[in-house]
Nanobody, 125 residues
Framework: QVQLVESGGGSVQAGGSLRLSCAVS????????MGWFRQAPGKGREGVAL????????VYRDSVKGRFTISQDNAKNTLYLQMSSLKPEDTAMYYC??????????????????WGQGTQVTVST
């Protein structure tokens, strides 16, 4: 059974940094995609950063490029999202996501088979 458990959210001031972690268990797919989505109050879910598991290639939504970095530690079975220069508009619930085998990455939320429970990030001015 695949489980994704996020941690590391919190409240920070604008310009600050946070690192989100996603502990992964039961996930053995090698040709797949993992990443992070977020949902701000009153808005739909949107993809933030995605990683192709086989070659570690990554893609980012335009608004976070240069500020967020997605990475993976295989030894710890953990996916990370390093966020810096945070802005109030980054405030949202952040979710770790993963596809099944032989799936590339997509910005569509329905593409992802597995979701964590989310971790809240709040950025104040």
């Amino acid at each position: 059974q695949v489980q994704l458990v996020e941690s590391g959210g919190g409240s920070v001031q604008a310009g600050g940094s946070l690192r989100l972690s996603c502990a992964v268990s039961g996930y053995t797919y090698s040709r797949s995609c993992m990443g992070w989505f977020r949902q701000a109050p009153g808005k739909g879910r949107e993809g933030v950063a995605l990683m192709y598991i086989d070659d570690r290639g990554s893609v980012y939504r335009d608004s976070v490029k240069g500020r967020f970095t997605i990475s993976q530690d295989n030894a710890k079975n953990t996916l990370y999202l390093q966020m810096s220069s945070l802005k109030p508009e980054d405030t949202a619930m952040y979710y770790c996501v993963a596809t099944g085998e032989n799936s590339g990455c997509s910005w569509g939320e329905l593409w992802y088979n597995y979701w964590g429970q989310g971790t809240q990030v709040t950025v104040s001015t």
